[in-house]
């Protein structure tokens, strides 16, 4: 089980707006470590797509963009294309754990 | 351009050993953390361990202490992982990523390798 909670699964249609939700606690986003996230397209690496809960490398789309408040993240995507079909993790840090670099377990975004 | 070629995963039996390695280019490979991440198949991203830019500061995961040594050798530009004691659990493909900072602290990964396969079965 993860220390950090996503749902496992969202979907949307071709130009809809999705958002993927990260959920932590009091030792990782509730202290106030910032949240990453990371695309993993299907047979391939992660790729760093947020960083610092809401920078964007460059190349990344102004599509793609997260959020943080409290214990919580959110990863928004609008303007929903294929391409965008992919694994989503979210990453912090944990203080409770050895092991401090901590995943959520992921979401799969389907586009329909 | 940034690059993470990762080698030395195959098929191991469990209780057996075996030595990844990462050769990095494109960047200056001594001013970056570096770590290695872990996905078992059909499964989620887990940080198995990471070391500081100098090699002089190392960490990792409860799943894997005692069993797992990271470091680098600076002048090859090469990060290792030498894992002994393998359980089927350790099953996965087995990243590189480097680390945005110099020294291990809260910070993302910035690059990652393709993956090397690491099979635990008699």
């Known amino acids: 089980q993860s220390v950090l909670t996503q749902p496992p699964s969202v979907s949307g249609a071709p130009g809809q707006r999705v958002t993927i939700s990260c959920t932590g606690g009091?030792?990782?986003?509730?202290?106030?470590?910032?949240v990453h996230w990371y695309q993993q397209l299907p047979a391939a690496a992660p790729k760093l797509l947020i960083y610092?809960?809401?920078n964007r490398p460059s190349g990344v789309p102004d599509r793609f963009s997260g959020s943080k408040s409290g214990t919580s993240a959110s990863l928004v995507i609008t303007g929903l294309q294929a391409e965008d079909e992919a694994d989503y993790y979210c990453q912090s840090y944990d203080t409770s754990l050895s092991g401090w670099r901590v995943f959520g377990g992921g979401t799969k975004l389907t586009v329909l | 351009e940034v690059q993470l070629l990762e080698s030395g995963g195959g098929l191991v039996q469990p209780g057996g050993s075996l030595r990844l390695s990462c050769v990095a280019s494109g960047f200056t490979f001594s001013s970056y953390a570096m770590s290695w991440v872990r996905q078992a198949p059909g499964k989620g991203l887990e940080w198995v361990s990471g070391i500081s830019g100098s090699g002089g500061s190392t960490d990792y995961a409860d799943s894997v202490k005692g069993r797992v040594t990271i470091s680098r050798d600076n002048s090859k530009n090469t990060l290792y992982l030498q894992m002994s004691s393998l359980r089927a659990e350790d099953t996965a493909v087995y990243y590189c990523?480097?680390?945005?900072?110099?020294?291990?602290?809260?910070?993302?990964?910035?690059?990652w390798g393709q993956g090397t396969l690491v099979t635990v079965s008699s």
């Open positions: 990523a480097k680390d945005w900072n110099l020294v291990l602290a809260a910070s993302y990964f910035d690059y």
């Open positions: 009091s030792s990782n986003i509730g202290s106030g470590y910032d």
């Open positions: 610092g809960n809401n």
